[in-house]
């Protein structure tokens, strides 16, 4: 039996996330161009739009084999580009966990917009992909994301040292996670 699929569109109360789609490049290459954007990432600014295709393509293939897959986040009503954000992966074999990942455009930082977009991610996780666990990396020093995580109750499980290499170095990562329990009972009756 096929796991459950992710849903293509995503709505809250003030922001719309859309599966990421080839016509997304320019506003995808716009986004990661931006060395602020990109500092905590595993991923170098972006300089051409074949960079923006292929993490488009990457998503795309997560959706199609449902071990994953990305959404822009937009505003509801303009459709104005706010960043992106989704599962970079979902492990069925053994487990059933996700990792949950997001990314906001500079101008869009400080003003709720994951704050509105995370619960939403973590109902699709828990709800629609009947996951029990999801899992969050941070580079240290991402207090904002760190936050932002607490704030929903995830917890701290570790560091994990030398995690990662991108741009030529080692990168620690803390490993962060929230379990559907967790979720449930901080959702009430």
Known sequence: MLPPALPARID?????LDQLQPADAAALLAHFADPDVTRYLDIDPL???AEARDIIDWAQGLARDRAGGRWAIRARDEGVWLGTAGFNAI?????SRGEIAYDLAREWWGRGVMREVLPALLHVGFADLDLNRLEAFVTPGNEPSR???TRHRFRQEGLLRAYGRWRGRDW?????SLLRADWAASRGP
């Not at 492990?91 to 487990?95: D, H, I, K, N, Q």
């Open 91 to 95: 492990t069925r074999a053994r487990a």
């Open 12 to 16: 809250t109360e003030r922001y719309r």
């Open 147 to 149: 936050r932002l995580l």
């Open 172 to 176: 620690d990562q803390e490993l962060w």
């Open 47 to 49: 300089a051409e739009l």
